[in-house]
């Protein structure tokens, strides 16, 4: 027989062993393919194979030292191997041996920098040791699951759970002692300033990402997303405000003879996304509209004569199919309205609370939380990230209506509402 025969055959002897190796130890059979990888390592003193065996089988019987031993050896006959790197690392880690453990790993990651079980691995090393490293080491192990918990993988799970709950305890501490220090620096501060810094706390801890705004129909750029803004950019406000006790007249009388007129604002048909399916076509939220798209509502406004002579004095947004709106609106008892941007930033949602239930819930603008109170008007832009929700027993209404942006001049109302006619004439 040849030389070249010879091995050969030796190779696909060394092949049928590991078969019957590896399902000896499929089976359960730990002794059977503790005898077959070693036959493979007195014909190959450097076989990958027999050598990652034997490691891995003293591994499972508690035999540590030995096995970080064989998987030494096996991690220089690969020294790219994935599995190799994994169980030598798991092995230091029995031995105590901190250094041999995360030189694996670091040779691991170089190499497949995002392996998931690597970076599980990493990280919990890192927590062990106190390394400040530990936190970025979990977000990078949860940056390479899936985003959603219901996908990770079974086998993943425990130690993705354990990695989330580290990351949550370490981003609460931090915003706690980022926040004890904005009430420190910030005691001469307004509650506005001071809530900018909060915010600025909590997307620097990772609590909550920037909020900006994204409109669904028209942005004005480089215009400041500032969730709720100043009465005193407003001076018709205080006027306006002044007749509450009016318009919460006229709204009880409008419930009282036309009810049916409180029409659903979501009315999306089967057009409706996941995001609105409890809301579509429910009267949950609804309105009585005396301004819709621009175009008055003679009929309602005859109900509410008081409230129309009000809204003529505020500086009311006119963009062309667009605005202005008003409408009373009308949330029911223990609803959520989910998150959700705006048309446009060019123009500002005003709510004069009418009728506030206790404990009724708030409004969420970007980071910033505001609750209702009867006859104060919120000013916000609802073209970054906002929601409201009912938490009461009882209706909550508001006048809801919009507003130039205070901080556009005369020309540039007059460019919105040119831009917008162009582009709806290109439909």
């Not at 096996?74 to 169980?87: F, G, N, Q, T």
């Not at 006119?318 to 009373?328: D, K, L, Q, T």
Request: with cysteine; hydrophobic share 40%; glycine share 4%.
């Amino acid at each position: 027989m040849s030389v070249s025969e010879d091995l050969t055959r030796t190779m696909l002897d060394m092949g049928a062993l590991d078969r019957a190796a590896a399902q000896a130890a499929d089976d359960g059979r730990w002794d059977d393919a503790d005898r077959i990888w070693t036959q493979m390592r007195e014909r190959d003193p450097s076989s990958r194979n027999a050598l990652w065996g034997l490691g891995y089988s003293a591994l499972q019987r508690g035999d540590a030292v030995k096995a970080r031993s064989l998987l030494l050896d096996a991690w220089r006959a690969a020294p790219e191997d994935r599995m190799v790197l994994l169980a030598l690392a798991m092995a230091c880690k029995e031995c105590n041996d901190i250094q041999g453990e995360g030189s694996a790993l670091r040779t691991l990651l170089d190499l497949y920098p995002k392996d998931l079980s690597g970076l599980l691995a990493n990280a919990d090393l890192l927590e062990r040791i106190r390394h400040p490293s530990a936190p970025q080491a979990y977000a990078n192990a949860l940056q390479a699951a899936p985003s959603q918990p219901e996908k990770w993988p079974q086998q993943f799970r425990v130690q993705l759970e354990r990695a989330k709950a580290f990351s949550d305890r370490h981003r609460q501490s931090l915003f706690k002692a980022l926040s004890d220090k904005v009430f420190e620096f910030g005691a001469g501060m307004d509650a506005t300033q001071r809530e900018r810094w909060l915010e600025g706390a909590s997307i620097h801890s990772g609590m909550t990402l920037p909020y900006h705004s994204d409109p669904h129909k028209f942005l004005v750029p480089r215009v400041a997303a500032t969730p709720f803004y100043d009465r005193s950019l407003f001076p018709w406000l205080a006027e306006f405000e002044a007749k509450t006790d009016v318009m919460r007249e006229e709204l009880a009388h409008a419930l009282k003879v036309k009810n049916e007129g409180f029409v659903p604002y979501v009315a999306l048909g089967e057009a409706a996304t996941d995001q609105w399916s409890t809301l579509n076509n429910s009267k949950n939220w609804s309105v009585l509209y005396l301004w819709q798209n621009g175009a008055r509502n003679e009929e309602n406004i005859a109900l509410c004569p008081e409230t129309a002579k009000a809204l003529e004095q505020a500086d009311q947004a006119y963009i062309r199919g667009n605005c202005p709106n008003a409408m009373f609106s009308a949330l029911a008892p223990r609803t959520h309205i989910p998150p959700h941007c705006g048309e446009s930033n060019a123009r500002v949602v005003m709510h004069l609370p009418l009728v506030v239930p206790e404990n009724c819930g708030h409004l969420r603008v970007g980071y910033e939380k505001r609750e209702w109170k009867v006859g104060e008007t919120l000013i916000f832009d609802d073209s970054i990230e906002h929601e409201a929700r009912n938490d009461s027993d009882e209706l909550r209404v508001v006048l809801l209506f919009d507003a130039w942006h205070p901080h556009l001049t005369a020309a540039e109302r007059e460019m919105v509402n040119a831009l917008v006619a162009t582009s709806a004439s290109f439909r």
